[in-house]
C-alpha cells in the first residue's frame, strides 16, 4: 500500500500521457488537488485507479452503467464513489446498481475547493467544546460552500446539502443504536451507545463490538431510534443489510431518502426525549 505524500492528491500524472490513451475526464483533473480525507464524507488512496471502470475492476465489482466507465474518480464518501464526468460535472455513482449519479459538484475545482472548506469547518466543529464556536463554523462553511458553487444547493437531495443535514443532524440531537448478539457463552447480550457529530450509533457501536472481537454472524438484531440512513459518509441502512444479512433490523422513527422524512423522525424523536 502506498503511503500518501504531503496533505492533498495530485491528479496531474494521471492526467497526463498520450491525448488518446487517456480519458478527457481524466485529462480534466491536471490541475486538481483534493485532500486524502475529509470526515467520514470524502477518503482517496494514492493506490486507486482513476478510471471508474479500472477502479470498480479493482475492488471486485462492476460500472452499472456504460456511460459511466471512462468517469475519473476522485474518492469515496463509503458508499458513492465521485467521479468527474466528461461534461465536468462531479457526480456520486453507486457501484453495481443501476441508481442514477447523484449531483455533486459543478466542477472537479469546486469540489476540491469546497472539500478544503469542509476539511476547516470539521476541524473546528470537532476540535471545540464551545457549542457556540461550532455553530459559528458550520453557519461560516454553509454560507462559503453556497458560493463557491450555487448549483451544488440547487436540488434538496443533492449531495452537499445532505452533507450538511448529516453534520447539523448528529450536532444537534442525540440517538442511539442497539445490537443484539450471541455471545461467545450462548447467552444473548444486549448494548447500546449514542453516536457523535458526523458519528451514526450504529457505526459507533459496531466499531466498539468489532473490537472486542464479535463477530457480525453473532448479531440477531440492530434496533435504532433513528431509522438506518442512507447519507453520504455513513450509508447506514446500505453497509447494516451487506454486514448483517440475518439480522432483524428495526427503528423507532423515520430517516429516510427525502428531506421531510428526516426532518419528521428529527422532530418525532426530540418530542420522545422531551417525554422522558
Known amino acids: 500500500m502506498t503511503v500518501p505524500e504531503g496533505e492533498l492528491r495530485k491528479f496531474g500524472p494521471e492526467a497526463a500521457g498520450e491525448p488518446y490513451a487517456v480519458p478527457e475526464s481524466v485529462r480534466r483533473l491536471m490541475q486538481v488537488a483534493v485532500p486524502w480525507t475529509v470526515g467520514p464524507y470524502f477518503s482517496t488512496s494514492p493506490d486507486d485507479p482513476v478510471v471508474l471502470d479500472a477502479y470498480a475492476e479493482s475492488v471486485g465489482t462492476e460500472v452499472a452503467r456504460e456511460e459511466q466507465r471512462q468517469w475519473a474518480r ?21 457501484l453495481g446498481y443501476q441508481e442514477p449519479p447523484r449531483f455533486v459538484s459543478s466542477s472537479p475545482e469546486q469540489f476540491a475547493q469546497s472539500l478544503l472548506e469542509l476539511d476547516r469547518a470539521l476541524r473546528v466543529i470537532l476540535g471545540t467544546d464551545r457549542p457556540e464556536a461550532a455553530a459559528e463554523a458550520f453557519a461560516a462553511a454553509e454560507r462559503q460552500l453556497r458560493a463557491t458553487d450555487p448549483a451544488a444547493f440547487a436540488e434538496r ?6 452533507v450538511l443535514d448529516d453534520i447539523r443532524d448528529t450536532a444537534g440531537t442525540e440517538w442511539y443504536a442497539a445490537f443484539e448478539y450471541v455471545g461467545d457463552d450462548g447467552e444473548k447480550q444486549v448494548v447500546t451507545r449514542a453516536g457523535g457529530i458526523a458519528l451514526h450509533p450504529e457505526e459507533s457501536l459496531w466499531s466498539a463490538l468489532r473490537g472486542a472481537g464479535v463477530e457480525p454472524s453473532q448479531v440477531t438484531r440492530i434496533h435504532t431510534e433513528l431509522e438506518a440512513c442512507f447519507l453520504p459518509g455513513h450509508y447506514c441502512s446500505l453497509w447494516l443489510a451487506q454486514m448483517f444479512p440475518d439480522a432483524e433490523l428495526t427503528h423507532n422513527f423515520p430517516y429516510g431518502e427525502s428531506a421531510e422524512s428526516r426532518a419528521e423522525g428529527i422532530r418525532l424523536l426530540r418530542e420522545a426525549a422531551a417525554q422522558q
Open 157 to 162: 437531495e443533492n449531495w452537499w446539502p445532505l
Open 74 to 94: 476522485l474518492g469515496t464518501d463509503r458508499g458513492y464513489e465521485l467521479c468527474a464526468a466528461p461534461g465536468g460535472e462531479v457526480r456520486a455513482v453507486l
